[in-house]
């Protein structure tokens, strides 16, 4: 008989997995069908995520009556997140669930973690004083997350090669049917710069950006800026807070970039489909 699955780690529902993530996960070529049952790797994945356990601690037996190998777990996580397995997920859970956003405004920041194995994308960052990595998010007017950039090395800091990072999200939100013209984006004075102002103007998002004191080119310029709206940039720190309580994100031990940028999309996976009724 199976082990029954604490509760207060159910972070998503069995009938969830089935009908949210399930679909969008790979299966292997020509019909071939796993002999696990891919709602209890899929738990074990997210038990890994909220826990911030070493993969190999996985309480495996609490979910298989018959014993499995935790490598067996960590196959499966490693290769949905190479094929883009996961980000499919998410896609197609935001596209399909628009309606639960607020995009009055969206807020854009980058987020340094600290690195404690090393791996790609990693690198010393002075004011943290240690090694981290970096991601830029961008959230709506709640703190729903709704794309990120890959993984830099926290030497860089938020504006290094911005051009290619929005790319990244604009295509992102083009990938879940969201437009993006005629958006409110606020971003802190670490994004005050005229290259990026432009960006924005290009894509037809209106830049509600603070002004860089520091930046001679600005501060004699009249950019629009409305301090009202301004305020609602805290949302994209409660999102931030909202990431780290899942504890596999909230210290980077993959050192694997790719994985690392797949257990942020499985979090933004989790805190939306907490939202969805069935």
């Given at each position: 008989m199976q082990k029954k699955i604490s509760n207060h780690l159910e972070l998503i529902s069995e009938y969830k997995i089935k009908e949210f993530i399930l679909p969008h996960l790979s299966r292997g070529k020509r019909g071939?069908?796993?002999?696990?049952?891919?709602?209890?790797?899929?738990?074990?994945?997210?038990?890994?995520?909220?826990?911030?356990?070493?993969?190999?601690?996985?309480?495996?037996?609490?979910?298989?009556?018959?014993?499995?190998?935790?490598?067996?777990v960590y196959y499966y996580f490693n290769k949905w997140s190479k094929d883009g397995s996961f980000y499919k997920v998410w896609t197609n859970l935001l596209s399909k669930n628009k309606?639960?956003?607020?995009?009055?405004?969206?807020q854009l920041d980058g987020s340094h973690t600290r690195a404690r194995l090393g791996g790609e994308a990693v690198d010393y960052q002075g004011r943290k004083k240690c090694k981290t990595s970096n991601i830029i998010f961008l959230c709506d007017n709640q703190g729903q997350m709704l794309a990120m950039s890959s993984v830099?090395?926290?030497?860089?800091?938020?504006?290094?090669?911005?051009?290619d990072v929005f790319d990244e999200?604009?295509?992102?939100?083009?990938?879940?049917?969201?437009?993006?013209?005629?958006?409110?984006?606020?971003?802190?004075?670490?994004?005050?710069?005229?290259?990026?102002?432009?960006?924005?103007?290009?894509?037809?998002?209106?830049?509600?950006?603070?002004?860089n004191t520091r930046n001679s080119k600005s501060i004699n310029k009249e950019y629009y800026f409305d301090d009202k709206l301004y305020k609602r940039r805290f949302k994209i720190e409660k999102a931030n807070a909202w990431i780290d309580s899942f504890k596999s994100l909230l210290i980077r031990f993959e050192t694997s970039a790719i994985n690392w940028k797949n257990l942020h999309y499985i979090a933004f996976i989790v805190l939306l489909s907490r939202k969805i009724k069935v």
């Open positions: 071939f069908k796993s002999k696990f049952d891919l709602i209890k790797i899929v738990q074990l994945i997210l038990k890994r995520l909220k826990t911030g356990c070493q993969w190999r601690e996985l309480s495996v037996k609490e979910y298989f009556s018959d014993a499995i190998s935790w490598q067996i309606k639960l956003l607020d995009m009055s405004s969206v830099k090395s926290g030497s860089h800091h938020d504006f290094f090669e911005i051009e999200i604009i295509a992102q939100l083009e990938q879940s049917d969201i437009p993006h013209k005629g958006l409110f984006l606020n971003a802190d004075a670490g994004f005050d710069s005229d290259d990026f102002r432009n960006l924005l103007d290009k894509n037809e998002i209106i830049a509600n950006i603070k002004i």
